[in-house]
């Protein structure tokens, strides 16, 4: 890696829709550009965490956009202030987090003449989801329209090994970085001992989306509990307004009502959640780039359920660290549920090796210096 000191004073632009996303997934990121010397700025719609963003050391520059949009008029627009923005600053590197913005940062940077480029796909949300002939036409226009935003300069980062086939990129490829999802702190969250048993207790922390399988998930829990499991499920988290794929509230609290069932909204204490949890479960339907819940639980040592999708399947591997079924069958979801109910001592052993997983490339410092080397390798060429 080239002499941190060699790039003081070059600067790095993020530009991200939602300061919430940020501050969930990428501050170690913006960490890592600090220990390299580089100014760091984060371009993002500004509601609650701009204290938090600016405790890394980077400052905020506010953007409003709506995330839910695809109004081509309102993207040239946000477009046009963002090349305005990035000449401002007059950015070294752009790095676009999710697909909304890699197109319209994309864009932007085009517009303000800015080549070296991070284009973060963190997976493709419900577009991904999607496995129906729209859906695969979807996902070929995001190549076309990705593809055609790259120069000579762009790298790409990805959180799994999936992902950049999508977009017809080598995952091995020297403009293609893979980590570890946003990474996690095993320091912070740390093994605690697994709760008495019965009930076995499942805890699904995610927005709640039907992209997210929660549908799934309570699907299967009546099914566990119909022949006779002590089976008890959470569900934590709270309706995303901005996606069209959000559960509604009234059958959320329909589901609450459930016996069996729980709905606690959005929580900050995962430490808590998990402390008082057997087993994680996530029955995606796709679209994931590598979901933060699966890596706070696997850091946690619990036991996780989930589905055969990009991102689920890079941590989590069948029989090892929990159960991986195929996406849409709540029957194979309710048999895992009901081996891990009928042996206590399985859902330990998986949590025991989902915590050694996590330790193997998949914390905090391993994204940091991957991402270190990478923004430094384009600043030296």
Known sequence: MPDPSNLSGRKLVFIVTEDWFFASHFLPMARAARELGLEVA?????RAHQEVIEATGARVV???AERRSINPMKAGYAAGQLAAILKDERADIVHCIALKSILVGGFAATLAGIGRRVYALTGLGFLGARTDHIGRLSQRAVRLLVRGLETKKTRYLFENTDDPRLLGLDPTGPNVTVVGGAGIDPEALKPSPLPPQPPLKIALVARMLWSKGVDLAVEALRAA???????ELSLYGAPDPSNPKAIPEGTLRAWSAEPGVSWHGATRDISAVWRDHHVACLPSRGGEGLP??????AACGRAIVTTDVPG?????RNGVEGFVVAPNDATALSEAFLSLANDPALAARMGEAA????LDGFTERDVMESVKRLYASMLSS
């Open 292 to 297: 933060r819940m699966l890596l706070e639980a």
């Open 225 to 231: 509990r119909a022949k006779g499991a002590a089976i």
């Open 312 to 316: 689920c399947r890079t941590l989590v």
């Open 355 to 358: 915590r050694t997983r996590v």
């Open 42 to 46: 984060v371009v993002t719609r500004v």
């Open 62 to 64: 506010p953007l409003e």
